[in-house]
């Protein structure tokens, strides 16, 4: 007992108990409202701070963060970049973080420096990653994948040294005595994604198909040990399920390929598997389509085939997902055929979500695509196109996008405690609701540089232009 007459303050610091240092806890997530009887602003919040609970997981809001590869992992561990990298996210508001494509078998990562989850080794690094952001209150999922027939590559930025610093101009494939596994990459047919710059896949035998599942179904394991808040599965990109949904990539002929019931087969089978022994949040992410009306035509010819994959068959496909108990659809594009021709913009995936929210039934829908604005991403929610938005480059480029878009939505999130001080501009008592500074029309905030909004004044936060690179 301290014997004094000084004005002692009585409280401890809160902070999280069990966590192996001292963390001051931060007595409510990151980025949810703030009590809406104090700060009555908060009476009628903007959709993207409406907090979402999904099989028993509250995610405190509606912006968060895709998977984005780091390739910075070791023999698929997880290092300390990633517990740098997506615990400063967690710090910042988003409503989850997803660690990046990570591979259940070691030839199904894009490259030897990709995250994996094959073995109990890998369980540990990532626990730390887990831990920490559960530490700080946030929520935090992973994005199981195989790479399919686009493995064995070198990280982005190898190559362009390469080709910035020595001219490179020969293929993508990374041999042996760098890590690669060039005779080792599989997919559902023996067809190079690019041949002559890419590797030239093996084609998958029943036997691979099990042990596939068998390695899916370990990782859903593992990911039960670290304690991750969801799984989402890797079906697009042109990744091993893309692959296999797609008649272009997949001439198989037994049960996996040929019709659409066939070829969707190892997605469904995937799906229902993890579902089985998952039972919290599930999430998918599909390329709702090729893009390549341009080059071949219809998605379904006029002989009544599907000639590429498109929104037609991603939409069964999302229903049946949906009717096995997968939660959310989380819509990208693109990624497994040379000749596709994205239409590029802001929100330019967003038809394929709002196609899915009205035609498929019992699945929460997620958009992903140069959403770079709080009031872009708001009017996306609030015109019920799409229940969740998630951001990849925005994130990189503005970490604190959440709490940038609660100040200018007019909401009152809370910071974390350590960074309260950057943030009393947003955190403001208000005694009225003022539903008109958050809610434009979409139309509003997709233009190009240089818009002027209603009033004729430019607009403060202009998205800016994105050229599409091939997405891992
Ligand atoms: C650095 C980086 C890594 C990415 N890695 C993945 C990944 O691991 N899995 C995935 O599905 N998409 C990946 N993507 C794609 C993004 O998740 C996202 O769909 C795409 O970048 C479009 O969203 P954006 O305009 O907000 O960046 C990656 C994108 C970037 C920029």
Known sequence: ??????????????????????????????????????YKQNQDPPKLFESLTIRG?????????????QYSSDNGK???????????????????????????????????????????????????????????????????????RKAS??????????????????????????????????????????????????EITAEYIENLKKAFSDAVDRCKKIGFDYIEIHGAHGYLIHEFVDPL???????????????????LELAKLIREKWDKPLFYRVSATDWLEEELGPEKNKNDEWAWWGIEQTTILTQKLADIGVDLIDVSSGGNDLRQKVKVGPSYQLPYAEHLKKNVSNILVGTVGIITDPHQANDILEDGKADVILCARQALRDIDFPLEAALELGAAVSPAVQYERAWTRMVVK???????SHHHGVSEVQ??????????????????????????
Not at 164 to 192: L, R
Request: net charge negative; charged share 20%.
């Open 430 to 436: 208000r005694d009225h609701v003022d539903k008109a």
């Open 447 to 472: 233009g190009e540089e240089g818009q002027k909004d209603s009033n004729g004044t430019s607009k403060k936060r202009t998205p800016p232009p994105e050229v599409h690179s091939s997405v891992p």
């Open 1 to 38: 007992m301290t014997k004094t007459n000084q004005p002692i303050f009585p409280n401890p610091p809160k902070k999280v108990q069990g966590y192996h240092t001292y963390l001051p806890d931060q007595v409510q997530p990151v980025g949810s409202l703030l009590n809406p009887e104090v």
């Open 57 to 69: 997981v509250e995610f405190p809001n509606r912006v968060w963060i895709a998977p984005m590869c």
């Open 153 to 202: 590559n070198p990280a982005p930025w190898t190559l362009r040294q390469a080709i910035e610093e020595e001219g490179y101009k020969g293929g993508v494939v990374v041999g042996e005595e760098n890590g690669g596994w060039p005779n080792n990459v599989q997919a559902p047919s023996a067809i190079s994604f690019n041949q002559g710059n890419y590797a030239n896949p093996v």
């Open 249 to 267: 990539s997949n001439k198989r002929t037994d049960s996996y390929g040929g019709s659409l019931d066939n070829r969707i087969r190892l997605p």
């Open 78 to 148: 997880a290092t300390d970049h990633h517990f740098v990298h997506l615990g400063s996210m967690a710090m910042r508001g988003w409503g989850n973080v997803m660690v990046e494509a990570t591979a259940v078998v070691p030839e199904g990562r894009i490259t030897p420096e990709d995250m994996g989850l094959w073995n109990d080794d890998q369980i540990e690094p990532l626990k730390r990653v887990v831990d920490y952001v559960h530490g700080v209150r946030g929520i935090i999922g992973i994005q199981l994948a195989h790479a399919g």
